[in-house]
């Protein structure tokens, strides 16, 4: 994990919710990851696990009050973005980190037109470009994502969702960012909708030299999209390592469940092992492992030390005591 | 292939425009509201056409007349023709009262925006002072208003207007409150749009259609507070006519001459239910779900 060549490279980053009648809702914990450039790292996890919440925190938009980065630093080429005034994250986003919401049908705004809404992000971020100029681009943007040009000045009800998200794709890469947080992206589309907007995406982040931070619950997409993958539980990394090390070595019991839970196309008609339990509430998480509680494998240790991110082999690390243990016998993990 | 599109463009940007619009045209009673605005508004509007000679030429001989054809309304008690004067007062009434919600409207825009927007304590402390201001009667704080500042065209409409303020800021709020935890607000912050331009952009066209009933409906409220306090004595004084200084002036004529009381209060009534059924209708056109 070399610091200095990364583009992204979140340390230590912990974000909390405070409220009134909640307490303190620990969503992100002690977060270390980096991004290379060109790369596309996968974030997965289950619903609450905090990936969103990262993603936020990235773009500087953690909804405040309730939530607040409590302690970490995120560098973006080299500078901490924690560390900038409103003003020059303002001039950050949308122009050199960018992202593309879950939901496409809400992401926006139903009184203007997509026109309209592409050249907002041009506008903002060039603002010497003539009015022509910009409208030309947003023509050219577009088409780059493969809607006529000719209905630029339609309103986004008249597009279907899989067109509403390639104009939200649109938006997102119009000033040609370095960095793309795609908070998943596909989730609300179906499947062969899904094939077209992640193709159109890998696509367009080859030309455009884009990294990408893709957030999924999809093992699918990971496999197709990502070049790196992190298993996010409880606002924390469980498991990091290439796509390969984590398909065909995962070491985690919740990366193993996760696993254990997709139906296999191939293989014969079984019933799906789904992973028992809940995730633990983030306003109360276990004082050992936090995926203790759910594990088949937890002994004494787990349920009372908080593991350590510690190597595998190479560039994959797990967050597991047996797994680690196992590694030093020299035993194949899973 | 721009310019082929052009027409049909219009059409599409009208849409909502003319969905509107269809949707009020089904309203009978709507419709014959807006006439009799418009009427109402154009007479008033044409008052110098109408009566070159000005609403004050007194002919004491023709005093209390009852409506003929020279003077439909009849004169009052200065032998002054009552249409002409209802006409000339109807520019003091409806300028104030419009003016007086344009005000309220602005005030209400820009605390309810920063209030819901921001939330917090600056929303607290916004709607902490409405609600002090709700307290008060409107009538009640008008008159306070209007007696410490003098009476005058500007301090009326200032009086009206800062007692409908509250009622402006509540509207606004609410939706803004859902509208920016929206995903397209979200998406302009993280375009790095700065608030002021997402509550221009992207938050205020989407209240539009619940300020513009309110506008209509406030400006018939503010006829009748406009109306009242000048009454009261407090508004515009005499002898500019205005229709509620005429009520007053015409109240100690009523047993002799009821026409002097009875036109200028129906150009009131008039203008008052036809505003409100407009803006009922608004209402029902611009947002279907409430209907069904």
Known sequence: MVQTEALLSIRDLSIQYVTRDMGCCRAVNNLSLDLQKGETLGLVGETGAGKTTIARGIMGIVPNPPGRITQGSIFFKG????????????KIRGD??????????????????????????????????????????????????????????????????????????AIALACSPELLIADEPTTALDVTIQAQILELMNKLKGEMNTSMLLITHDLGVVAEMCNRVAIIYAGEVVEIGTARDIFKNRSHPYTQGLFNSLPSVTGEKTKLK???????????????????????????????????????????????????EEEQHGIAAG | MRSKNKAERNLEKNSMLRETFYRICQNKLAILCMVIFAIIVILVCLAGVIAPQGYDEQNVSNAFKTPSLQHIFGTDNF???????????????????????????????????????????????????????????????????????????????????????????????APILSIRTSEYVESARAIGAKPAF???????????????????????????????????????????????????????????????????????????????????????????????
């Open chain 1, 79 to 90: 500078e901490d973005l924690l560390r900038k005034k409103k003003k020059e994250m303002r």
């Open chain 1, 96 to 169: 050199k980190i960018s992202m593309i919401f879950q939901d496409p049908m809400t992401a926006l705004n139903p009184v203007d037109t997509v026109g309209e809404q592409i050249e907002e992000v041009l506008k903002l971020h060039q603002p010497g470009a003539g009015k022509e100029e910009i409208r030309q681009k947003a023509v050219q943007m577009l088409e780059t994502v493969g809607i006529p040009g000719e209905r630029i000045d339609e309103y986004p009800h008249q597009f279907s969702g899989g067109m509403k998200q390639r104009i939200v794709i």
């Open chain 1, 274 to 324: 789904p992973i028992p339990g809940a995730m633990p509430d983030p306003s109360n998480l276990p004082a050992g492992c936090p995926f203790a509680p759910r594990c088949g494998y937890a002994c004494e240790k787990c349920m009372a030390e908080h593991p350590e991110l510690l190597p595998v082999e190479g560039e994959h690390y797990v967050r597991c005591w047996r797994a680690a």
């Open chain 2, 79 to 173: 032998g002054r023709d009552i249409f002409v004067r209802v006409l000339y007062g109807g520019r003091i009434t409806l300028l104030v009262s419009i003016a007086s919600t344009m005000v309220a409207t602005l005030l209400g825009l820009l605390f309810g925006c920063i209030a819901g927007y921001f939330g917090g304590a600056v929303d607290n402390v916004i709607m902490r002072v409405m609600d002090v201001f709700m307290a008060i009667p409107n009538m009640i704080l008008a008159i306070v208003i209007a007696t410490t500042l003098g009476s005058g065209m500007v301090t009326t409409v200032l009086a009206v207007a800062v007692g409908s303020v509250p009622g402006f800021v509540r509207i606004v709020r």
């Open chain 2, 198 to 292: 997402i509550i221009i952009h992207h938050i205020i066209p989407n209240i539009m259609a619940q300020v513009i009933v309110q506008v209509t409906l406030g400006i018939a409220n503010s006829i009748i507070s406009v109306a009242g306090l000048s009454f009261l004595g407090l508004g515009v004084q005499p002898p500019t006519p205005e229709w509620g200084t005429m009520l007053s002036q015409a109240r100690n004529y009523m047993m002799r001459s009821m026409y002097m009381v009875t036109c200028p209060g129906i150009a009131i009534v008039l203008s008052v239910i036809s505003l409100n059924v407009i803006g009922d209708a608004l209402r029902d056109a611009l947002d279907p779900r409430l209907k069904n």
